[in-house]
């Protein structure tokens, strides 16, 4: 037997109704701050993702999908959306079109993680980005929706931190101090660790090894070394947040898995999906745009796991949906009205209902099964002495009650189930 691949699932149709659910939830919060749905391809070219993420970054180092087209032409499964978001941005003119591009995307990702509870190696991100202003207000703003959208969902074991950045050049002087608190320390660091000394020293601070923390406790911490302007914006997302009532904390060692992150950064976590706590994360990454080939537009942004979020949902139980239901069950007790029965059927569905009927052949009983097993509102009885008078026989389902109508007066049938 064929399985589904190692890390991948089958989303079936009884899981479906929590991600219809949470999909609503998402759009109407997006659509309430006036962003846009923006739909991009599975795969680009490599490149987009090594410019756009970092060589050195874990996602381009070990975890993409990457592939030679038939052309020769290497591609890559999105690991991640903004690169490919700030690519149709700079592709489409779209700065060109409106001064700010305010976007967002439900899409399948891809990374050949070690796949665990909530991490999976297809899985499922939401997030936006707002493209083309420096304003702190957006970087708010981006917490403040994501937020929203975990207390729609019932949430209530969540955790915001935040932490600045920076701009570049107050980061390259900070690495510069970091590299040197670490250096005498370097025979100590963790293999890991010591690649990142060259590659991508803040990482280090992401580091889950006990040696390395023990080293880090006492590290030089960025927010220490800021210049005015980023403590400036800092400020102004701080109070932004406090004003709209989001508890926060300031995490001086949170930096992010990506190199184009710049002044905000932010992460919101839960208790209630074990290890893999991180429900979204993002920040500003006002360089990107221009490393992409385009202008120099600033922009920010997040993204969140739909895996774990449905995984904290469940932990918490903070919602329950009531069970799909289907409007109308035909139920045809002479075999050979089954063509009737299924015309009738298709006259109703065009007029909004949600009806099945036996394909099977089954006996009436065994359909009566199907039809309470369905969760169906009502029956509809096709055959019999009823029919040969004329008539259907509608069943309520819930108190019990039938009443018969004229088989060629679909429209009280349909005016009948609609009323209850």
Not at 120 to 138: K, M, N, T, V
Not at 295 to 306: K, L, Q
Not at 377 to 385: D, K, P, S, T
């Amino acid at each position: 037997m064929i399985k589904a691949v190692t890390g991948t699932r089958d989303i079936l149709p009884t899981d479906i109704p929590k991600w219809k659910y949470l999909e609503s939830i998402i759009k109407s919060v997006f659509t309430l701050y006036n962003y846009k749905e923006i739909r991009t391809p599975v795969f680009e070219e490599t490149s987009l993702f090594a410019r756009g993420i970092g060589e050195a970054t874990d996602i381009v180092s070990k975890e993409m999908y990457t592939f030679l087209d038939r052309s020769g032409e290497s591609l890559t499964l999105r690991p991640e959306m903004t690169a490919g978001v700030v690519r149709a941005f700079i592709e489409h003119s779209l700065d060109k079109k409106q001064n700010l591009s305010k976007l967002y995307y439900v899409s399948p990702m891809f990374r050949q993680e070690r796949p665990q509870a909530g991490r999976l190696r297809q899985f499922h991100q939401f997030g936006a980005e707002a493209i083309g202003s420096y304003d702190p207000l957006l970087d708010a703003e981006m917490i403040i929706m994501a937020y929203e959208i975990f207390k729609a969902l019932g949430l209530k074991n969540l955790l915001v931190k935040i932490n600045s950045l920076g701009v570049p050049a107050s980061r390259e002087d900070y690495k510069k101090k970091l590299a040197e608190y670490l250096q005498p320390y370097f025979d100590k660091l963790s293999n890991e660790s010591k690649k990142r000394f060259e590659t991508n020293i803040l990482r280090i601070f992401d580091s889950k090894e006990a040696e390395d923390q023990k080293i880090m406790k006492d590290a030089p911490l960025l927010i220490d070394h800021l210049d005015d302007e980023s403590l400036s914006h800092f400020a102004k997302v701080k109070q932004v947040l406090t004003s709209a009532q989001i508890p926060f904390e300031i995490d001086a060692m949170l930096v992010r898995g990506l190199d184009y992150y710049t002044n905000t950064t932010f992460e919101i976590v839960s208790g209630s999906v074990g290890s893999q706590s991180a429900l979204c994360g993002g920040g500003r990454y006002n360089g990107l745009v221009k490393e992409l080939g385009g202008d120099d537009v600033p922009g920010v942004g997040f993204a969140a796991g739909m895996e774990r979020i449905l995984l904290a949902c469940e932990n918490e139980k903070s919602f329950s949906l009531n069970d799909e239901t289907v409007d109308l069950y035909l139920v045809v007790i002479e075999k050979e009205l089954g063509n009737y029965a299924y015309q009738t059927a298709v006259e109703l569905r065009r007029k909004g209902l949600i009806v099945d009927m036996d394909y099977l052949g089954r006996s009436v009983k065994a359909q009566m099964r199907e039809a309470n097993k369905l969760n169906t509102g009502f029956v509809l009885f096709i055959g019999g002495e009823e029919y040969a008078k004329g008539e259907l026989v509608l069943k309520n389902m819930k108190d019990g009650n039938q009443k018969s109508f004229p088989k060629d007066d679909l429209e009280k049938i349909f005016s009948s189930i609609k009323e209850n």
